[in-house]
């Protein structure tokens, strides 16, 4: 080899030793941004609840055994007695009571999924009490509504329906609705239906038992129907 090729190839070596970094590195992969969840759960050790959470509902918790629900949508697991305080009512729950939460402006709705004995659910509004059995919702207004505005609004059937006037222009309507419609249309329960968490799976359970139980009291009472689709 004469000079001529020892000094261009000592040359090259001494181009690429001086390239910029950013020239010689491979740029690192980036992994594709994961879409926000559209719910969210609440496992705190420490509360009395085990909740299921809409993004864009709004609630404090000051207290282990006490929920501030003031708009959105929650399911809420009681694994000790507590209460829930809505704008317009409040909810009261033993252990073991499952519900689903829905606050809107001037309008709530309170089902009661399932529970561990009867009557594990009871509301306050307006210093009036009633107690609800599963298989049972809750529609609380403040301002008066027919059937179709308060229970058709949904894909989820009723039937039983009975209004209350409560005075402070305050109305509670009271009805038996289909859990079964509500576990295939409802978006929380379609979450806790295709989870892998086992505490999920078990609520699925123990949902599709209440199913068969709530039919095997209540079937001679006569179908659902939905005024909003009927």
Known sequence: MNLCHVAYSLS????????PSSICQARPTQTPAQPAPKTKLNTDTKSNFRLHISRKTKF????PDKLLLDSGEMIIEAIHSGVIATPLSQIYVKTGAVILCQVDEGIEYIFVLADNSAQSTSIIVNKRH????QGVE???SDHQANYKELAGSDDIGHRAMRMHILGNKLFLLICEYSLMDALQHNRLLLEIKNS?????KALSEKLLKTVAVITSITGR??????SGRD
């Open 12 to 19: 090259l070596l001494l181009a690429v030793h001086l390239m």
């Open 60 to 63: 404090e918790q000051p207290e």
């Open 130 to 133: 009633a107690k609800l059995d």
């Open 138 to 140: 809750a529609i609380i």
């Open 196 to 200: 892998d968490v086992a505490a999920d």
């Open 221 to 226: 009472r006569g179908a659902y129907t939905n």
